[in-house]
Nanobody, 122 residues
Framework: QVQLVESGGGLVQPGGSLRLSCAVS????????MGWYRQAPGSQQRELVA????????NYADSMKDRFSISRDSATNTMYLQMNSLKPEDTAVYYC???????????????WGQGTQVTVSS
């Protein structure tokens, strides 16, 4: 069974940094896209923070591209999000999302982590 295990969230002061990790537990093949989303307090929508494709190309939300950096370790199927210059408006639950297949020939589907809380406050 595939699970996404997130870690690295917490409380940080404005201007501080955090590094989130998302580890794929279980066998997942043909990972095509990995990404981070966030859901702010009181919002019912998850917004894209950043994504990284299997070939390494990255995509960022405009408000975060100068402060956040996404990366992945293909050998361990772990994805990271380095967040710098954090602002109070970055407070949210951050979710990792991965597209892959549970078998070598099966169809690709999306998986979600359980979320990790990031709070930016003085």
């Amino acid at each position: 069974q595939v699970q996404l295990v997130e870690s690295g969230g917490g409380l940080v002061q404005p201007g501080g940094s955090l590094r989130l990790s998302c580890a794929v537990s279980g066998r997942l093949f043909r990972i095509s896209l990995m990404g981070w989303y966030r859901q702010a307090p009181g919002s019912q929508q998850r917004e894209l923070v950043a994504s990284i494709a299997s070939g390494g190309s990255t995509n960022y939300a405009d408000s975060m591209k100068d402060r956040f950096s996404i990366s992945r370790d293909s050998a361990t199927n772990t994805m990271y999000l380095q967040m710098n210059s954090l602002k109070p408006e970055d407070t949210a639950v951050y979710y990792c999302n991965v597209f892959g297949s549970p078998s070598l020939s099966g169809s690709i589907r999306g998986y979600w982590g359980q979320g990790t809380q990031v709070t930016v406050s003085s």
